[in-house]
T-cell receptor, first 118, second 114 residues
Framework: AQKITQTQPGMFVQEKEAVTLDCTYD???????LFWYKQPSSGEMIFLIY??????QNATEGRYSLNFQKARKSANLVISASQLGDSAMYFCAMRRPDSGGSNYKLTFGKGTLLTVNP | KAGVTQTPRYLIKTRGQQVTLSCSPI?????VSWYQQTPGQGLQFLFEYFSETQRNKGNFPGRFSGRQFSNSRSEMNVSTLELGDSALYLCASSLGSGKRTEAFFGQGTRLTVV
C-alpha cells in the first residue's frame, strides 16, 4: 500500500517566487521521520530537509522549510525565492519502523517535477 | 570525503542475460540500500544490507539478489533480465537506519534491457 502520497505530478513557478510541494503520509507509528530529497536530471538524490514526528517546530534549512501538520499527516515542502537551479524532481520520504521495530525503512512518494521559469 | 559510488553508470543488456551492479558506500557507513526507479512506479525499495546481513527486503522476485562485503561495498544481481527491469538503480548508504538517519545516494546505474 502506498504510504507516501504526492498529488502534484508537476508544478511550475516563476523565478524568485515561493512554491509549496505537497506530501501526505499514512502510518500508525508514533515514531517516524520525514525527509525531502531533490533529484536533478543527473540522477543523484540530494537530501534537503528532515522533520521528526516528535519535533514541535517546523524544520528549516536555508530556503527550504517543512510545513508539518501531524494531525493531518502532511509534510509539505516550501521553497522560498525559487531559482532556476531548483528545477528538478522532489521526493517526500518517510522512515518508519519495520516489522521488527528496530530498523527504520525509508520509503518514497512518486515525486513532483518542479519547473522554475525565468 | 568521497560520496557513494555506483558502477557502471550505464548498461545495456539483452533480455535473458544477467547483470551485476556495484555500490561503494561512504567510508564508515555500514548500511547500504538499493532502490529501483522507473517513471511508472517511482522509487521502489529492493533491499537493505547492514554489516553483510540482509536486514530488509522489498517486494521483488527472487531474480533480484544482493550481497554486502566486509568492507561494506555491495553488489546487486539481476538474473534472467526482462524488458521491465529497465530502470535507474540507486544505491544509498547510511551510518545505520535510525529514524533520523540521512541516506546518501549515488548517481545510479541506468540499466536498459533490449
Amino acid at each position: 500500500a502506498q504510504k507516501i502520497t504526492q498529488t502534484q505530478p508537476g508544478m511550475f513557478v516563476q523565478e524568485k517566487e515561493a512554491v509549496t510541494l505537497d506530501c501526505t503520509y499514512d502510518t500508525s507509528d508514533q515514531s517516524y521521520g520525514l525527509f525531502w530529497y531533490k533529484q536533478p536530471s543527473s540522477g543523484e538524490m540530494i537530501f534537503l530537509i528532515y522533520q521528526g514526528s516528535y519535533d514541535e517546530q517546523n524544520a528549516t534549512e536555508g530556503r527550504y522549510s517543512l510545513n508539518f501538520q501531524k494531525a493531518r499527516k502532511s509534510a509539505n515542502l516550501v521553497i522560498s525565492a525559487s531559482q532556476l537551479g531548483d528545477s528538478a524532481m522532489y521526493f517526500c520520504a518517510m522512515r518508519r519502523p519495520d516489522s521488527g521495530g528496530s530498523n527504520y525503512k525509508l520509503t518514497f512518494g512518486k515525486g513532483t517535477l518542479l519547473t522554475v521559469n525565468p | 570525503k568521497a560520496g557513494v559510488t555506483q558502477t557502471p553508470r550505464y548498461l545495456i543488456k539483452t533480455r535473458g542475460q544477467q547483470v551485476t551492479l556495484s555500490c561503494s558506500p561512504i567510508s564508515g557507513h555500514r548500511s547500504v540500500s538499493w532502490y529501483q526507479q522507473t517513471p511508472g512506479q517511482g522509487l521502489q525499495f529492493l533491499f537493505e544490507y547492514f554489516s553483510e546481513t540482509q536486514r530488509n527486503k522489498g517486494n521483488f522476485p527472487g531474480r533480484f539478489s544482493g550481497r554486502q562485503f566486509s568492507n561494506s561495498r555491495s553488489e546487486m544481481n539481476v538474473s534472467t533480465l526482462e524488458l521491465g527491469d529497465s530502470a535507474l538503480y540507486l544505491c544509498a548508504s547510511s551510518l545505520g537506519s535510525g529514524k533520523r538517519t540521512e541516506a546518501f545516494f549515488g548517481q545510479g546505474t541506468r540499466l536498459t534491457v533490449v
